[in-house]
């Protein structure tokens, strides 16, 4: 079965780095898009970033725009972001899901982020 294990998350300082990681399993990992989405306590979800199956082509939320960088190894079958500059609005719990033909068909437990001074 699907299987997605976000890992990385922790409590960081304002402008502090990053690298969630997300282990895939249970499907062919390099056809499909993956995306991570998160959220922030009290709030709904929001997409954050997304990248087609090859890597090639990645996309990003505006607020997160110049700092966040997602990023895949197929070969490890692994799904990573990296976060940097983080800000105290950045705090959330961290999900990376899978693509699939009608929206984010699969979901991990999350890893959760806190950046604080």
């Known amino acids: 079965q699907v299987q997605l294990v976000e890992s990385g998350g922790g409590l960081v300082q304002p402008g502090g780095s990053l690298r969630l990681s997300c282990a895939a399993s249970?499907?062919?990992?390099?056809?499909?898009?993956m995306n991570w989405v998160r959220q922030a306590p009290g709030k709904g979800l929001e997409w954050v970033s997304g990248?087609?199956?090859?890597?090639?082509?990645?996309y990003y939320t505006d607020s997160v725009k110049g700092r966040f960088t997602i990023s895949r190894d197929n070969a490890k079958n692994t799904l990573y972001l990296q976060m940097n500059s983080l800000k105290p609005e950045d705090t959330a719990v961290y999900y990376c899901a899978k693509s699939g033909d009608y929206g984010m068909d699969y979901w991990g437990k999350g890893t959760r982020v806190t950046v604080s001074s």
């Open positions: 249970g499907f062919t990992f390099s056809s499909y898009w």
């Open positions: 990248i087609n199956r090859g890597g090639g082509s990645t």
